[in-house]
């Protein structure tokens, strides 16, 4: 897992997840919600060709990779839209565009799915709403329930969300807020030839355990694929100093550069290793 960025501007994220369309759909889920509270409906539905739009971005910002396991998802798989929070339980996150990252469908659908363990129980905090809340009280929430994407000091701020979300001590790591770096750290077993992800500190156990029970960071297949990475990457760091080829020593310096890259696969691990090396 790496650092991502997330892209704030007209061009990278459709009007649909911004004002003033942002607060039309806040309505449509307080309503909903409402009805779910008075009886008038047993279940909440979603519309996930709304978020799918943002599949393009999200997948650009996190080079093609899945952004929990970083397994490149152009090959085999087309990924999706995830829902760092899960909307079965974050319910007026579901068109939140701060909300979204890009997934591999093992991380999301086999291991994630609407998992989310937290230390304590301070909760990201919901809208006010019961089956009372009047049509003028909705009226106005929405827009109020997350950060608009472009306009971040407006009405919900994105440093009030990056609070809340800081608050509520997620276990499982979001990279957009999060550093990973901080918590992670790569294992290599010359054994049984497969890497693994670690805590970088004692204090973040937890945090890897839910990476493994949630992200399935530590799957078989992963462990394994990393370990073929790595092993390329180590002999190409040995050769260098045994390189009297100059234009040689260029191309293997590139090619190390290369795998530290966003789009690379395991980059995450790789600028662990080459930082471990320095």
């Not at 068109?95 to 129980?121: E, M, R």
């Not at 990973?180 to 992800?197: G, H, I, M, N, S």
């Not at 020593?249 to 320095?278: I, P």
């Amino acid at each position: 897992m790496i650092p991502l960025q997330r892209e704030r501007s007209a061009q990278a994220v459709s009007p649909k997840f911004r004002a003033p369309k942002k607060g039309l759909k806040d309505k449509e889920l307080l309503l909903a919600y409402r009805d779910l509270l008075r009886g008038a409906i047993t279940e909440l539905t979603f519309q996930s060709a709304f978020w799918k739009t943002a599949k393009t971005q999200l997948k650009k910002e996190s080079g093609g990779k899945c952004a929990y396991c970083e397994a490149n998802t152009e090959i085999v798989a087309h990924g999706d839209v995830e829902h760092y929070r899960p909307k079965s339980v974050y319910w007026w996150l579901a068109y939140t565009y701060d909300n979204y990252l890009y997934a591999c469908q093992i991380c999301n659908q086999v291991y994630k799915s609407d998992n989310f363990p937290i230390a304590g129980n301070a909760l990201f905090p919901g809208p006010a709403i019961s089956a009372t809340t009047t049509d003028a009280e909705i009226e106005q929430l929405a827009g109020r329930l997350s950060p608009d994407p472009l306009a971040v000091d407006a009405e919900y701020t994105l440093a009030s969300y990056l609070a809340e979300h800081q608050r509520e001590k997620a276990f499982l790591l979001n990279p957009y807020f999060d550093d990973p770096r901080e918590y992670f750290a790569y294992e290599a077993d010359e054994l049984t030839r497969e890497v693994k992800v670690v805590p970088a500190k004692a204090e973040y156990a937890e945090h890897v355990k839910a990476a493994e029970d949630y992200y399935g960071l530590n799957r078989v297949e992963l462990r394994n694929y990393r370990y073929k990475t790595y092993k390329i990457y180590r002999v190409l760091k040995r050769s260098l100093p045994n390189l009297s080829d100059e234009t040689l020593k260029a191309e293997v310096l590139q090619q190390l550069e290369e795998m530290r890259t966003n789009d690379y696969l395991f980059a995450g691990m790789n600028r662990y290793f080459e930082a471990q090396s320095s």
